[in-house]
C-alpha cells in the first residue's frame, strides 16, 4: 500500500512538474512571437516574468490533472486554470493604439488584451460602444457601451486569471460611485451616430449598471 501511495504521488508531482513547464515555455514563446512580430527586443527581464506566471499557471493546470489521476472522480478539467492564452490580433490592436507597451509585463499585455476582447465582445452582441479602451494604467472603468436592449449605460470591468479568480456578482457600489464623473464625460463627449440622444436620456434617468467580462 506504501508503494502505490508513493507512485501515486510521484505521479502528480511528474505531471505538475511537466505541465509547469510547460505553461512556463509556452507564456515565453507567445510573448517572444509578439515582439519579434513588433521589432521590439525580448528582455531577460520579460523571459524572468513570463517563467514565472505561465509556469505558476501551469503548476496549477499539473496539479488537478494529477490529482484526477489518483483518485476515481473524472470530473472534467475547468478551462480558467490552463496556462495563459494569447489573442493575437486583440493583443496586436491594443499594442498598435498605444494602450500599452510592447515591452510590458506578459500580465500587463494580457489585461490589455481581455479589454479589447470585452470591447469586441459587447459589440458582437449589439451594444453600442461609448467609450473605448484606453491606457492600461488609466483610472476609471475600461470600457463603457450602451445596451439598446434594455437602454441601459453598461459600464466594464475587464479581469483576466491565469487560474481561474475572478470577482463574483457585480460591480461595487462604491467603485460605480467613484467612476460616477468618467461615467459623465464619456456620455457627453459621445458624438456617435447611434442613439446619441437614448445614451443620454440613459445617463440622465439613472439607467446604468456595471458588468465584469472576465477572460480566459
Same mark, same amino acid.
Given at each position: 500500500?506504501?508503494?502505490?501511495?508513493?507512485?501515486?504521488?510521484?505521479? *502528480?508531482?511528474?505531471?505538475?512538474?511537466?505541465?509547469? /513547464? $510547460? %505553461?512556463?515555455? =509556452?507564456?515565453? &514563446? !507567445?510573448?517572444? @512571437?509578439?515582439?519579434?512580430?513588433?521589432?521590439?527586443?525580448?528582455?531577460?527581464?520579460?523571459? *524572468?516574468?513570463?517563467?514565472?506566471?505561465?509556469?505558476? /499557471? $501551469? %503548476?496549477?493546470? =499539473?496539479?488537478? &490533472? !494529477?490529482?484526477? @489521476?489518483?483518485?476515481?472522480?473524472?470530473?472534467?478539467?475547468?478551462?480558467?486554470?490552463?496556462?495563459?492564452?494569447?489573442?493575437?490580433?486583440?493583443?496586436?490592436?491594443?499594442?498598435?493604439? =498605444?494602450?500599452?507597451?510592447?515591452?510590458?509585463?506578459?500580465?500587463?499585455?494580457?489585461?490589455?488584451?481581455?479589454?479589447?476582447?470585452?470591447?469586441?465582445?459587447?459589440?458582437?452582441?449589439?451594444?453600442?460602444?461609448?467609450?473605448?479602451? =484606453?491606457?492600461?494604467?488609466?483610472?476609471?472603468?475600461?470600457?463603457?457601451?450602451?445596451?439598446?436592449?434594455?437602454?441601459?449605460?453598461?459600464?466594464?470591468?475587464?479581469?483576466?486569471?491565469?487560474?481561474?479568480?475572478?470577482?463574483?456578482?457585480?460591480?461595487?457600489?462604491?467603485?460605480?460611485?467613484?467612476?460616477?464623473?468618467?461615467?459623465?464625460?464619456?456620455?457627453?463627449?459621445?458624438?456617435?451616430?447611434?442613439?446619441?440622444?437614448?445614451?443620454?436620456?440613459?445617463?440622465?434617468?439613472?439607467?446604468?449598471?456595471?458588468?465584469?467580462?472576465?477572460?480566459?
Amino acid at each position: 500500500m506504501g508503494a502505490v501511495a508513493e507512485g501515486l504521488g510521484l505521479g *502528480v508531482a511528474g505531471t505538475i512538474g511537466v505541465t509547469a /513547464a $510547460g %505553461g512556463a515555455i =509556452g507564456t515565453a &514563446a !507567445g510573448h517572444y @512571437g509578439i515582439n519579434t512580430a513588433l521589432g521590439v527586443p525580448y528582455t531577460g527581464t520579460d523571459a *524572468v516574468i513570463d517563467v514565472a506566471t505561465g509556469g505558476l /499557471a $501551469g %503548476g496549477f493546470s =499539473g496539479a488537478q &490533472a !494529477g490529482s484526477r @489521476g489518483s483518485t476515481s472522480s473524472r470530473r472534467p478539467p475547468r478551462s480558467a486554470w490552463a496556462p495563459a492564452r494569447w489573442s493575437r490580433r486583440h493583443c496586436q490592436t491594443a499594442l498598435q493604439d =498605444g494602450r500599452v507597451k510592447p515591452t510590458a509585463p506578459v500580465n500587463h499585455l494580457n489585461r490589455a488584451m481581455t479589454e479589447e476582447l470585452g470591447w469586441q465582445s459587447a459589440a458582437n452582441q449589439g451594444q453600442i460602444g461609448v467609450m473605448g479602451p =484606453g491606457k492600461l494604467t488609466a483610472l476609471g472603468p475600461d470600457y463603457i457601451t450602451f445596451d439598446p436592449s434594455t437602454m441601459e449605460l453598461v459600464v466594464w470591468d475587464a479581469e483576466y486569471s491565469s487560474c481561474g479568480r475572478f470577482p463574483s456578482g457585480q460591480i461595487p457600489a462604491s467603485k460605480m460611485s467613484s467612476w460616477s464623473s468618467f461615467i459623465s464625460d464619456a456620455v457627453n463627449n459621445y458624438t456617435g451616430p447611434n442613439a446619441a440622444a437614448a445614451v443620454k436620456q440613459a445617463l440622465a434617468n439613472g439607467e446604468i449598471r456595471g458588468d465584469y467580462f472576465t477572460y480566459p
